[in-house]
């Protein structure tokens, strides 16, 4: 049976709120009334049932990706993961390491199919797809974490730069991580491509067997976690600033590596207040506290 989500303006009257189990999008389009009105119908329409498509190829998504082959057969679970794939011969990943990013790309394409749109984003907990027409522009708030609100700086994306993703992933989000990263903010082509390398790039940063840092089976926190048994990191305890720099490095040198193979644009890595910032893109000093993640697009 397709689920029914809850679909409805937010009370601002310009963001759509598209909510369905753990899919929580928030949507915003700028254009013609009627081109607006036309994409948040389409982004409805797609919305309705797309949870259950996912669910119906949960098994695979929760498996090691192949690197050589897909068997998934849905959009989404394709896109998936194409985005996971090029890492998968050297770590264990799953499609699941980009499904929010994957998710807002898809609800963003069937807008952009609809409607002719100025600019437009699909927010998917901190995973957006952007939208950028010709002379726009879009603010990202940096939050120190990801599980409190704090903007500590702002990245620019104009429409002549090739970012059309950004994605955060740490300790503190959403999902579990293999490190001990707060945030790593990425900005690639897609949002699918961002999740995955964010991801990555989270894991990197790590100070492996450190006694400070509390570890446990992901699957005793989550029976039906994609990453089974493998430790991940539950608490953070003092560390020096070597030991700080350090996991920031090792971090680094991953998404430098993704940087030079053409898989990101750039990369905001932080712990403990530090904070090292890979690629060309550059770190606009802090705005006001009102350009927050979820709704931080410029007029």
Do not use: W
């Not at 990013?101 to 957006?128: K, T």
């Not at 879009?138 to 500590?152: E, K, Q, W």
């Not at 503190?172 to 949002?191: E, N, P, Y």
Request: hydrophobic share 45%; glycine share 10%.
């Amino acid at each position: 049976m397709t689920r029914l989500p809850q679909i409805a303006l937010l009370s601002d009257g310009r963001r759509l709120h598209l909510q369905d189990g753990p899919i929580d999008l928030i949507v915003e389009a700028r254009g013609p009334t009627h081109e607006v009105r036309a994409a948040y119908e389409a982004a409805a329409l797609r919305f309705t049932g797309l949870l259950d498509e996912l669910c119906a190829e949960l098994p695979g998504l929760r498996k090691a990706a192949n690197p050589a082959a897909c068997v998934l057969n849905g959009v989404v679970a394709r896109r998936m993961h194409d985005a996971v794939a090029p890492y998968a011969a050297d770590c264990f990943i799953t499609p699941m390491a980009a499904v929010a990013g994957s998710v807002a790309e898809e609800i963003l394409g069937a807008m952009l199919d609809a409607a002719s749109l100025d600019q437009a984003y699909v927010n998917n907990g901190g995973d957006i797809a952007i939208h950028l027409g010709k002379g726009e522009h879009f603010s990202i708030g940096l939050m120190d974490r990801p599980d409190r609100a704090g903007v500590m700086r702002t990245i620019r994306v104009d429409a002549t730069d090739p970012v059309r993703g950004i994605a955060t992933s740490g300790r503190h989000g959403r999902s579990f991580s293999l490190g001990i990263a707060d945030a790593v903010t990425v900005l690639a082509a897609s949002s699918s491509q961002a999740d995955a390398a964010a991801t990555i790039i989270a894991n990197a940063v790590d100070l492996p067997g450190h006694p400070a840092i509390a570890r446990g089976p992901a699957n005793a926190l989550q029976p039906d976690s994609d990453l089974g048994a493998r430790l991940v990191t539950r608490d953070v305890g003092e560390l020096s600033g070597a030991e700080i720099a350090a996991a920031l490095e090792a971090g680094a040198e991953c998404a430098r590596e993704l940087f030079d193979r053409g898989l990101i644009e750039g990369a905001v890595l932080q712990l403990c207040g530090d904070l090292l910032v890979i690629g060309t893109k550059a770190i606009e000093r802090q705005r006001p506290r009102t350009a927050l993640l979820e709704n931080a697009v410029d007029a």
